[in-house]
């Protein structure tokens, strides 16, 4: 059975501890409660590694203590602050697992996802980051819609699943400079698929027309150029698709009559 003070929110924990004095003088013989409050100190302070040392006690000497789910969640965080996000995202996951009280599991989860959001590399690198981080924020989102951070979530998802579609059109316009349309035509066709509600969609749209016409399929530009003006009716490359599209059906007609 969990006892009371492990299900106690944890910033009622933290607070009070601290309130019991500010000195992270210890005895010998501290007990669990005393190293916590110690590695609080040291955490507020900014000490992070020391704050680790204080939590690290507890966990290998005290880890049936009620204070044991609380030290293990802030020598994750410190970690975290120390940038160690592998290392804090297996320490958020032990307590996801670990059957702490819910409250504690919910901030958890969101800092574990943090963790992936903080390891999402720049555009041009791999992303394999990235979709754990997306992963990590939507189950997040999905088992705690009402957590205080869940708006930001969805905003850091968002964020996220942009710079999937800006990597797959950067990869698509590279094809295109390299007058290598069938390759092109498969990054903008993923961008245009699986990241339509990014700022990427139209440009990836009109992309695949300009491939499409490249590869000499002009019944399918002049339909990919018929849905792009339907879905995208204030584009800024609206005036490139109608000529394309223009393009795309003479060519069709010259096709057709010979």
């Known amino acids: 059975m969990i006892s009371f003070l492990r299900i106690v929110p944890l910033f009622c924990i933290a607070a009070a501890l601290l309130a019991c004095s500010s000195s992270i003088d210890l005895p010998e013989d501290a007990t669990a409660e005393q190293q916590f409050r110690a590695g609080l100190e040291r955490y507020r302070n900014g000490s ?6 204080h939590f690290e006690i507890i966990r290998l000497q005290f880890p049936g203590s009620a204070v044991a789910d609380s030290a293990r969640y802030f020598s994750a965080l410190s970690r975290f602050e120390r940038g160690e996000y592998l290392l804090a995202s297996y320490e958020f996951n032990q307590i996801i697992q670990g ?7 919910a901030d958890a989860y ?3 996802a943090q963790c992936y959001y903080e390891l999402s590399p720049k555009v041009q690198l791999d992303q394999t980051y990235t979709r754990r981080a997306i992963d990590a924020l939507q189950n997040f989102v999905e088992g705690y819609p009402s957590h205080p951070k869940a708006q930001e979530v969805e905003r850091q998802v968002l964020e996220l699943v942009s710079r999937l579609a800006e990597k797959e059109y950067k990869t698509a316009i590279l094809y295109e400079k390299m007058e290598v349309p069938i390759s092109a035509l498969i990054y903008y066709n993923t961008v245009v698929d ?3 509600n990014t700022e990427y969609a139209d440009e990836a749209m009109a992309g695949k027309i300009r491939s499409l016409l490249a ?5 399918e530009a002049a339909s990919a150029a018929k849905e792009f003006l339907e879905r995208y009716p204030d584009s800024p490359y609206r005036s490139d698709v109608e000529t394309n599209a223009a393009e795309a059906s003479n060519l069709l007609q010259q096709a057709e009559s010979r």
């Open 48 to 53: 992070y590694q020391e704050a680790l040392s």
């Open 99 to 105: 059957g702490a009280a819910r409250e504690l599991v």
């Open 110 to 112: 969101y800092q574990f």
């Open 194 to 196: 699986r990241y339509y």
């Open 215 to 219: 590869l000499r399929r002009y019944s």
